[in-house]
């Protein structure tokens, strides 16, 4: 055999074991994990994770009830009026009814008066709150009552309708 022969038989070789090599295997798809996707789709849950659904959709409720609620004064009062004490009754059984959870009561007042009285009768308006919640049976650890006097207005205007407004507490739900 001659050299030249060699090397094209060698090169022959060689490239009938890259192509061997080279086949490309079809990949049988792992079908236990879709298995495991399926039965826990097909699986009902259990009664632990049904209360816990249930608890956490009742919570969720309890905390929608707590936004967005204030409650307003007259003039120069931090005494409430049948309609806050109504709003408040409602936030009590909410409170009374889920323990773990706590609300800010924030006293607000209009602009006029100085800027010492009205943080005192925004602090006044928000005990006021604070200790009728706790009547109805409210925790005093679930309640804070702050005071930011005129410093978060409701309303920007300079007039009766504005004051109103501003003149209330607002509730706001916490962890």
């Known amino acids: 055999m001659k050299l030249s022969d060699i090397t094209a038989y060698a090169l022959t070789l060689g490239l009938v074991g890259l192509a061997a ?14 298995k495991q996707v399926q039965n826990k789709e097909d699986a009902k849950p259990t009664p632990a994770d049904q209360y816990h659904a249930q608890g ?5 409720k309890a905390l929608e009830q707590l936004r967005n ?13 049948k309609d806050a004490q109504e709003k408040l009754t409602n936030v009590a059984n909410v409170l009374t009814a889920h323990p773990e959870l706590k ?22 308006r928000a005990d006021s709150a604070k200790k009728y919640l706790a009547g109805l049976g409210v925790q005093s650890p679930q309640i804070t009552a702050i005071s930011f006097g005129a410093e978060k207005p409701k309303a920007t205007g300079h007039d009766e309708e504005a004051w109103k407004q501003n003149r209330r507490d607002d509730v706001s739900a916490q962890r």
């Not at 090599?21 to 879709?34: F, G, I, L, R």
């Open 21 to 34: 090599c080279n086949k490309t295997t079809e990949a049988v798809p792992d079908q236990s994990a879709s």
């Open 56 to 60: 956490q959709a009742d919570l969720d």
């Open 69 to 81: 609620v204030s409650v307003f004064f007259e003039f120069d009062s931090a005494i409430l009026t």
């Open 103 to 124: 609300v800010r009561i924030e006293g607000n007042c209009d602009e006029r008066g100085s800027g010492q009285y009205n943080l005192a009768l925004g602090q006044r």
